[in-house]
């Protein structure tokens, strides 16, 4: 039994999210005028949390990028064609971090790399937690969490509309994080 660790000796927290306990929104548009908004419906990841040394915390979020939802149907359809997500060649989306840093108290830097439409690039993540139980038992709420990040989606080969619309795609990401 000594051979076993205890709760006290690991020091990774392993806790999940998803859009069951939270939203990625985003919107596109750089004016006022003409500014569209939207969000991801299905979506799961992992947050490895170690609260002793950050730099060895990691993040991974895949999502279905079938499950895209805009205010408006026929903007809905729009984007899951192959001049935007194109769905049914790229069903999933993926984030997985490369370094995680502690910028503040409550906040993070997290960057890494999204993958979208086959194709990697860089993105930065700011976060903030807030309302921390380190000692949720399993299957709780371990902590809220709030992340803002901006991506060109030409970068991506979204290039339809940009002249209209805009390139910024400006994305929040607010959810539980649970044991």
């Known amino acids: ?28 548009g750089d004016s006022k005028i003409f500014r569209t908004t939207g969000s991801f419906k299905d979506w799961r990841g992992m947050v490895d949390v170690d609260e002793a040394n950050v730099p060895n915390s990691s993040v991974s979020v895949r999502i279905n990028t079938r499950s895209i939802e805009m205010l408006d149907e026929q903007q809905t359809d729009m984007l899951k064609d192959s001049d935007f997500f194109d769905v049914d060649k790229f069903p999933e989306m993926t984030f997985r971090s490369r370094a995680v840093e502690r910028t503040g108290a409550e906040t993070l830097r ?29 299957g709780t709420r371990y ?13 991506f080969g979204m ?20 044991r």
């Open 143 to 155: 902590a809220r969490f709030r992340g803002n990040a901006r991506i060109n989606r030409s970068d």
């Open 159 to 178: 290039t339809k509309y940009v002249d209209v619309v805009g390139d910024t795609v400006e994305i929040s990401i607010r959810a539980d994080a649970w």
């Open 1 to 28: 039994m000594a051979l076993v660790p205890g709760r006290a000796a690991l020091a990774l927290d392993q806790l999940k999210i998803g859009g069951d306990r939270g939203t990625i929104d985003f919107a596109v």
């Open 110 to 138: 997290v960057t890494g790399d999204v993958t979208l439409r086959g194709i990697t690039r860089p993105m930065v993540l700011e976060i903030s937690v807030t309302d921390r139980r380190p000692n949720a038992p399993a």
